[in-house]
Every structure is written in C-alpha cells, then in structure tokens.
Nanobody, 122 residues
C-alpha cells in the first residue's frame, strides 16, 4: 500500500520560503508509471495544482507559480520537496502531495497525503 506523508512548518512569515517534504512509502518515486505532485487548497477555494516531478527528475510548474516554485527529490530517502519563495498570506492553504498515474491525460491522482495546513502570517 502506497502512503504519502507531508511534513514541514505550519507557520511561515511573509517574504520567507515555504518548504515541505513528502515522504513516500510502499512505492518508489523512480518507478516510471507515476509523477509526483504538489497541490494546494486555499480556504474556501478549490484545488490548485502547483507542479510535479517526474520519475526521472524533470519538473513542471503551474505558470502562475513558476517563478517562485522549486520541486526536488531525494531518491535515497524516497522523498520529494516543495519550496515556494516570497510567500504572502495568499499562499495560506492546505498543501497536499499526491501521485499522478500516467498517462497524464487521465489526470488520475491515485494516492494522496493527508494534507498539511500552512499559514502565512507575521
């Protein structure tokens, strides 16, 4: 059974960098059938895709967040991380990591982390 678990600080100050880690168990992040995604949900709003990292380490980001986003991985720990720089209160959201099953066109996220609340406030 695949499990994803987000970790990181729940409170970040404005202008700082938000950093979250997703630890994956029960499956390797280098398996060539999946991409590994970050998604968020601001309060009262819908889900927003942030970006993903492929099984080979390539990254793709939402155009609206691309200038502030970096996704990386540590294959030895089976983890992938999100860094979002220059945060503002508008970045307050529940952040999820999720596994995207290929092909991309299916948009099938088959496993999700439980989500972690991140609040941007001074």
């Amino acid at each position: 059974q695949v499990q994803l678990q987000e970790s990181g600080p729940g409170l970040v100050k404005p202008s700082q960098t938000l950093a979250l880690t997703c630890t994956v168990s029960g499956g390797s992040i280098t398996t060539n059938s999946y991409y590994w995604s970050w998604i968020r949900q601001p309060p009262g709003k819908g889900l927003e895709w942030i970006g993903y990292i492929t099984y080979s380490g390539s990254t793709y980001y939402s155009p609206s967040l691309k200038s502030r986003t970096s996704i990386s991985r540590d294959t030895s720990k089976n983890q992938f991380t999100l860094q979002l720089s220059s945060v503002t209160p508008e970045d307050t959201a529940v952040y999820y990591c999720a596994r995207l099953k290929l092909p991309i066109a299916t948009m099938k996220y088959d496993y999700w982390g439980q989500g972690t609340q991140v609040t941007v406030s001074s």
